[in-house]
Nanobody
Framework: QVQLVESGGGLVQAGGSLRLSCAAS????????MAWFRQAPGKEREFVAA????????KYTDSVKGRFTISRDNAKNMVYLQMNSLKPEDTADYYC????????????WGQGTQVTVSS
């Protein structure tokens, strides 16, 4: 079992930045691939970014490439999502997820943190 707790969400103006954090705990938490997803009001949940357990490979959805950066610190069991040049369309609840395979099914999910970008 892996437990995930997100933090760092909030209200920011367009063009601003936020850094989301995800604290992972549980057995071998640092050995899982990690990802961020988001769900905007009235929309389906969508993939944002993922990182392998070593941190050696990452993937982003096209709409955030060049603006968002996913990273991890396995010594601290933390995963981060640095979000720059935020746009109103980035407004959503952001969820951290963990899975055994990079870009596979994610078995563990956090409760989410809300990000609101004002225009």
């Amino acid at each position: 079992q892996v437990q995930l707790v997100e933090s760092g969400g909030g209200l920011v103006q367009a063009g601003g930045s936020l850094r989301l954090s995800c604290a992972a705990s549980g057995r071998a938490a640092s050995s899982y691939a990690m990802a961020w997803f988001r769900q905007a009001p009235g929309k389906e949940r969508e993939f944002v970014a993922a990182i392998t357990w070593t941190g050696g490979n990452t993937k982003y959805t096209d709409s955030v490439k060049g603006r968002f950066t996913i990273s991890r610190d396995n010594a601290k069991n933390m995963v981060y999502l640095q979000m720059n040049s935020l746009k109103p369309e980035d407004t959503a609840d952001y969820y951290c997820a963990a899975g055994r395979q990079f870009l596979g099914d994610y078995a563990y999910w956090g409760q989410g943190t809300q990000v609101t970008v004002s225009s």
